[in-house]
C-alpha cells in the first residue's frame, strides 16, 4: 500500500531534514524501516541487534526531537561486525563517503533513529558518519521512548 507522506524541510545547522509529522512517524517505521530490519533478519540471522530493534520498535512510540549528536551512542557489535562477506565499518566509511558527496551538494537527510531510552542508534549509521565528519552538532531524530 503506497502512503503519502507530507515531508516538512527543516533547516539546522545548514542541514536540510525531511520529517514526518507526529501522526506519520509509526506508519513510516512499520512500513519502511520495520520491512528493512525483517530482511535483513532472515540475511543475517547472526546479527543479534535486528531482532532487539524489531522488538524495540514494536514497544515505543517514536516523536521527532532536535538533541546533541554526541549525545548518540553506537552500537559497539555492529561496529565491530566482521565476517568474511561483510565488514560492517569498512562498508560504512565507502556508504558514507558516497553520501557525503551528496550531502555537500544539499541533499537532504531523513531523521536518525534512537532509543531515547538508550540513547543507542538503531538506523541512520551513513548519515550519522557523514554529520560527524561534517562537524554537525545538533542533530534531528524520531527518538522512541515508552
Given at each position: 500500500?503506497k ?47 535486528t ?7 514494536s ?15 553506537l ?16 562498508s ?36 550519522y558518519?557523514?554529520?560527524?565528519r ?13
Amino acid at each position: 500500500m503506497k502512503r503519502d507522506y507530507r515531508w516538512k524541510y527543516r533547516k539546522l545547522e545548514g542541514v536540510c531534514w525531511n520529517t514526518l509529522p507526529a501522526g506519520m512517524i509509526r506508519s513510516y517505521l512499520d512500513g519502511f524501516i520495520r520491512s528493512e530490519w525483517i530482511q535483513d533478519s532472515r540475511e543475517f540471522p547472526d546479527q543479534p541487534w535486528t531482532p532487539e530493534w524489531l522488538e524495540q520498535l514494536s514497544r515505543l512510540s517514536f516523536s521527532l526531537k532536535k538533541i546533541s549528536l554526541e549525545g548518540i551512542i553506537l552500537r559497539k557489535d555492529l561496529m565491530s561486525y566482521n565476517t568474511p562477506q561483510d565488514n560492517f565499518a569498512r562498508s560504512l566509511e565507502i556508504r558514507a563517503d558516497e553520501l557525503q558527496e551528496s550531502f555537500r551538494r544539499g541533499v537532504s537527510l531523513e531523521p536518525l533513529l534512537i532509543n531515547g531510552e538508550t540513547m543507542e542508534l538503531m538506523d541512520g549509521y551513513t548519515r550519522y558518519t557523514v554529520l560527524k565528519r561534517e562537524g554537525i552538532q545538533k542533530v534531528w531524530v524520531y527518538r522512541g521512548m515508552k
